[in-house]
């Protein structure tokens, strides 16, 4: 009785999500210190000590009538011009509060640009491997996802095959750098070529392409990388955001919406966000975490925690044997299954109580992800199982 | 190049928010004091000082990462495990954990079971007066609102054309009670009544339809009136519950779903609400709002402030000559224009600073929306202007 829309996804429900609760199953029957969890993008850093500080401030200082309040669909205008102040000091940008529309995390302001541009039919574009959800965030609004084919070995985005697949109905394009599941970050240069195809491509359809970045792990980077500011590259640039990683707050649903005005039909562009996050139910984000994260733009996740969890799988898979690119950003590890069939490797490694996600999930067969956002002492008690996988599977040099 | 769907509701954006940002324009203008908005229900009760409390207790005494972090879509277990008892408690149902589910406010919990029961062409009743956004929430899916008419001049449920109006289309009922935009609560026989003509019809057509029953209003009643828990009366009932104006917090967009086992499909009705929290970008209720309300169930914003209120300005404009029903429960009052263009009305009470909306908002032409959830003050001051008008209109005994 349910839609048959939903039928197919609830049977195909997410295996990520699906590993979760499993992972507390099994947590729950053989301890947790004994199951591997590496599932779940759930930060295992706490928030930095200034967001709990800045709630009991908020509580403490500001009127509670407006604390706990409606403001604007957009979100409050204070937090609004913080932000757009903030990312200009970093970026050399010049957003104004009007740009920023405040929203349910990265998830909730994807769906919101997302039912602002679509028509059914409408194409959007990724470069797997690829963010499982964003099928579903298209297909929430009739649109079709195009897949541009992993560019195996080091993950960089095929820019030939990019350029060819952009047609007359293409009206979106969404990259993700730092990307999930990957860990690849795009350069300058990459970006700068996205936008010259997307340059070249609306002049040829007459039609506007909107490059939206979806950008949760910009702030978790490794070993001083860069990760430039997309809406520097191309005009129809539009930046989602979230504190889930930054703050490590993924449970608040807290992040933003850059909107440029020199987009095309800019205007539009934002009333039908803010639209949007009102009929989609979202409403606006939630009003104590726009108050807190106004005090807390400054602040970031311990950083280092991930990048000595990131080191330590990373030299300690490659010396089993196993096969990955050492990732720049985001807290995922992408591994060669030993195994064609990836999803043979899974299991076999939940055998041994590691919970992985097959590269299938992320339309990269061949592969599965690892996310690293665990606690150091997960990391280490599960090497001895991931070194019995590798003698398993013949990786032992 | 946002999608026609989205240009209709640019244009037609819901003139209630349109208000509250022109609310927003005139208090600058003019003083907030010399402006009377009673456009939008945003309460200017304070939540509970138990709630500013909890958030500083679960802040001290829970883990950071805990309190942050992912959970299941679904919510904490131990959340609606004690919402599921205070519901049983309150009303001798018999919930479990599974049959909750945290939601990003009402809103976003009507989305999420629309999204899951809606194929493209199912039909959805709901009776009017009705809160605009239902028809935006029911078209996100492509479902077909059908409003069954307003019944003068007391706002009962029309049930016969109700009967009349259920066809094998039909897939899902709205009602709203304490109702939005006028008061009215559906006593117990008016709801055994939709169960039986919804049995009835079900039978008739070998179809199952789902009552959705939104609530946020439940708590807010006066002259001990009596809310009865609609899924005694039809075992195909789902509720929709909101803490935004219960608790005061509808910035904080929390709310839950009860999906009762012994309704049609049940499991795969869960299931599909689980999915759809995901998809459409919810991914959860704010995490630290779901431990917080877990301690703040037993609480309730001051409802005598709301009663105040009420009993000021009905007796007032009664007294000026105004015709309006009572509320029993809500905070809002629904006024018959004294001229059968209510539009015209709404516009000769802004040039006395009096924002209300136009009942065709809520399908009901000839009508106003005031929403008295305001300070007893701006009541008070209101009233001269009230006087004015009932002047202008002839309406003065």
Do not use: W
């Not at 059914?120 to 965030?137: C, H, K, N, Q």
């Not at 996740?301 to 089993?320: H, P, T, W």
């Amino acid at each position: 009785m349910i839609s048959e829309k939903m039928m197919g996804f609830v049977k195909n429900s997410s295996a990520i999500r699906a590993m979760f609760e499993e992972g507390k199953k099994m947590a729950a029957e053989f301890g947790a210190e004994n199951v591997y969890d590496f599932s779940l993008g759930n930060p295992n850093v706490p928030a930095p000590k200034e967001v709990n500080e800045a709630i009991c401030q908020v509580i403490e200082e500001e009127d509670s009538v407006f604390v706990h309040g409606y403001m604007s669909n957009s979100g409050y205008e204070d937090v609004r011009k913080a932000i757009a102040d903030h990312i200009n000091e970093l970026h050399g940008t010049e957003f104004k509060e009007e740009n920023i529309c405040m929203t349910v995390g990265a998830a909730g302001g994807l769906n919101s640009i997302l039912k602002a541009l679509l028509n059914p039919g409408d194409e959007v574009l990724t470069f797997a491997p690829y963010f499982g959800e964003y099928r579903s965030y298209v297909g929430n609004y009739d649109g079709i996802l195009k897949v541009v084919s992993p560019n195996l070995p080091d993950f960089q985005p095929n820019l030939k095959e990019f350029e060819e697949m952009i047609g007359p109905k293409t009206k979106a394009v969404i990259i993700n750098t730092p990307n999930n599941p990957t860990g690849v970050v795009y350069t300058k240069e990459t970006l700068e070529r996205i936008g010259q195809i997307l340059e070249k491509r609306q002049t040829e359809y007459h039609t506007s392409i909107y490059l939206i970045s979806d950008e949760p792990y910009r702030e978790l980077v490794y070993d001083g990388v860069e990760v430039p500011y997309v809406t520097k590259f191309y005009k129809n640039t539009i930046v989602g955001y979230s504190f889930s990683k930054s703050l490590s707050l993924p449970g608040e649903r807290i992040g933003y919406l850059v909107l440029p005005s020199e987009m095309d039909d800019a205007e539009d562009v934002i009333s039908a966000v803010n639209v949007a996050t009102r009929i989609l139910g979202y409403v606006n984000a939630p009003s104590l975490m726009q108050r807190v994260i106004k005090k807390c733009l400054d602040c970031k996740a311990d950083v280092s925690y991930y990048d000595r969890n990131r080191k330590k799988i990373y030299q300690s898979l490659k010396e089993y044997g196993f096969d990955c690119v050492l990732p720049e950003g985001a807290f995922y590890l992408f591994i060669k299954s030993p195994v064609a069939e990836e999803g043979e490797f899974c299991k076999k490694a939940k055998e041994k109580h590691i919970l992985i996600v097959p590269g299938s999930s992320f339309a990269c067969p061949g592969y599965v992800r690892l996310a690293y956002c665990v606690s150091y002492e997960t990391i280490c008690n599960s090497l001895p199982a991931f070194k019995e996988l590798a003698e398993e599977f013949g990786l032992c040099k």
